[in-house]
């Protein structure tokens, strides 16, 4: 599910990636982001201003903020969009009792009141959350959001059948037994038959939990945890022109071409605390032509890249040519990375997966994914630096002295009884390029070693029912997978969990590509789940990456990082965690 996030990614040989690297280090900062055209506006702040840190501060309002991109979102309904840029921009018209911290880098991660006067009353047993609602909250039309209308935007999610796609911890946290059929089906007048959650009154909402949770609020952070107003719901079709409760309303939306969003004049600043709402109009061009868009964008006639996937390697090399005052350079949140699935021999033996790990070449893996700032720092475990629990100086494997170990693969090899090597299968996706080039630069690694891995390059559209069907990887023999992951929301449960959870393994669409299942893993869990204090928490999601990572389940490529664009127009910039290394997008604005 969480693999939905990553939306795509243009390719990056090798060769330019040491190019990008060059110019990191010898290109001074300057630029000014299409000034020479007149529409840049404003005064670039600076190679990484805007990385965990706020760049050009302003509240002044007014302006069209313009982005740009290549993807359109999978939906605009808060109840079934998963993309990352998509829960960032949607901010703009949507609104949830609690909401990410409008902070630079780490401190987004935190939650504050959003609709609600406080981030919640919880009972002593953790499982209850009362929250009350802001005074002044209103739909585009005036008329007051009430909490029967926050529950019925939650229960949409239960939905499946009719809007599917969109993420369902709050399905699985309140309803774990799936008693629940959601809305459409609801058989009670109101159409607010979850039991889960009360509604005494209209400035109250009640959640009960089974269990505790201890990112449960992480979870009523997400768009799917929006109102919806039940006489505006249009079901399937509710994506085309959701109804605001934000400062912002839908104009137009065009799929795949682009969407423009006004002033909402029914918005009540003073019951919204988090958002500045300080553009007039925002609008989304969408466009086909990847190179195009980056041409645009360091000509000035766009702000920002609403995917914030990285700029691709032409125009790289000329942002950080001409205009490296406007780029940014900030880590993801996703790790890439290499599984072990254990149904494939001989990778049920730990000391032939240790093999591959002490074979492989970090630093050449490094380089195919974009070297250090366009491709990330060489990753050591499966824990990245935005959740809590990483240790940076963890290296079991000694991975990040870059070197391959080649002894000590031999050394492995033989404790598993496959002193000669073995044959393998490496599984990538076809319209990864990166990923092709890891797989590249592994299997020249193996093959010193004797390990033989050919490599299959499968549809990537079709990953779920192929490297995310267990019985299609046996079936296979796909010994190694290559993939990526980033967190819904940046702790163990948002990131480690579907990987390593046996409970989590599917049929298909499955995350767990090694098949691990390990009962005092599986503990550890529910232990670092049900402990709301994060930094508890965290310490024990640490145990659990330990043993995942000793136990080597994953080789850990990079932990990644992107070359992104800002416009000198925009103010009030910095990148967040809690957004995957993307831009605050409900705090900026623009010089006119």
């Not at 501060?57 to 993309?83: C, H, M, N, V």
Request: aromatic share 10%; charged share 25%; glycine share 10%.
């Amino acid at each position: 599910m969480l693999t939905h996030r990553s939306t795509s990614r243009r390719g990056l040989a090798a060769g330019a990636a040491l190019v990008v690297a060059a110019l990191l280090s010898t290109t001074a900062c300057g630029g000014g982001g299409g000034d020479k055209n007149g529409k840049g506006g404003g005064k670039a702040a600076g190679f990484n201003a805007g990385f965990n840190k706020l760049a050009n501060p302003s509240d002044k309002k007014g302006g069209e903020l313009k982005f740009i991109g290549t993807q359109d979102a999978d939906s605009w309904d808060p109840q079934r969009g998963y993309y990352g840029f998509m829960w960032d921009f949607a901010r703009y018209y949507t609104r949830t009792l609690v909401t990410p911290k409008p902070a630079p880098g780490p401190e987004s991660s935190t939650v504050v009141a959003d609709m609600a006067t406080d981030t919640g009353q919880v009972s002593a047993d953790k499982k209850t959350y009362t929250f009350k609602l802001r005074d002044g909250l209103t739909w585009e039309d005036g008329q007051p959001i009430t909490a029967q209308q926050i529950k019925y935007g939650i229960e949409r999610t239960w939905a499946q059948d009719k809007i599917s796609g969109g993420p369902t911890w709050l399905m699985q946290v309140l309803d774990p037994d799936k008693q629940y059929k959601g809305p459409y089906k609801d058989e009670s007048k109101d159409k607010l038959g979850l039991k889960a959650i009360e509604t005494p009154d209209e400035k109250t909402i009640i959640f009960k939990l089974p269990k505790p949770n201890g990112d449960f609020l992480q979870m009523l952070a997400i768009p799917a945890a929006a109102p919806v107003r039940p006489d505006k719901d249009t079901v399937e079709r509710y994506g085309q022109k959701p109804f605001s409760s934000g400062p912002y309303k839908w104009v137009s939306y065009e799929p795949n071409k682009g969407l423009e969003l006004v002033r909402n004049d029914k918005w009540n600043r003073d019951s919204d605390p988090v958002r500045k709402a300080l553009p007039d109009k925002i609008t989304v061009k969408l466009t086909t032509n990847a190179d195009d868009m980056d041409n645009r964008l360091i000509a000035g006639d766009y702000d920002l890249d609403i995917n914030a996937t990285g700029m691709g390697s032409a125009g790289r090399q000329k942002a950080l040519q001409s205009a490296k005052a406007n780029v940014d350079n900030p880590q993801t949140g996703f790790i890439r990375y290499a599984a072990f699935p254990k149904s494939v021999a001989p990778f049920d033996n730990e000391h032939c997966r240790k093999a591959v790990i002490h074979a492989a070449d970090h630093t050449s893996l490094q380089t195919a994914r974009g070297g250090p700032e366009a491709g990330g720092d060489i990753g050591t475990s499966m824990l990245p630096p935005a959740v809590k629990g990483h240790d940076p100086g963890y290296d079991p494997f000694r991975i990040k002295q870059g070197k391959p170990d080649e002894a000590k693969a031999r050394e492995e090899l033989k404790a598993c009884g496959k002193p000669d090597g073995f044959k393998t299968t490496i599984a990538v996706r076809n319209n990864k390029q990166p990923e092709i080039a890891t797989a590249e630069s592994l299997q020249a690694a193996l093959k010193k070693v004797g390990i033989e891995a050919q490599i299959d390059q499968y549809d990537g559209a079709q990953a779920a029912g192929i490297v995310g069907a267990p019985k299609n990887v046996k079936a296979k023999g796909y010994g190694i997978i290559i993939f990526g992951w980033g967190a819904d929301f940046p702790s163990g449960q948002g990131f480690l969990q579907p990987l390593a959870d046996g409970r989590f393994i599917q049929e298909s669409g499955n995350n767990n590509y090694t098949e691990l299942n390990d009962p005092e893993i599986n503990k550890l869990f529910d232990q670092a789940i049900a402990e709301t204090d994060p930094e508890k928490a965290g310490k024990i999601f640490q145990e659990a990456n330990k043993k995942i990572t000793e136990g080597a389940w994953y080789l850990p490529f990079t932990y990644e990082k992107n070359i992104i664009w800002r416009s000198s127009r925009l103010t009030n910039v910095y990148t967040a965690d809690s957004y995957n290394g993307r831009y605050d997008y409900a705090s900026l604005g623009v010089v006119k």
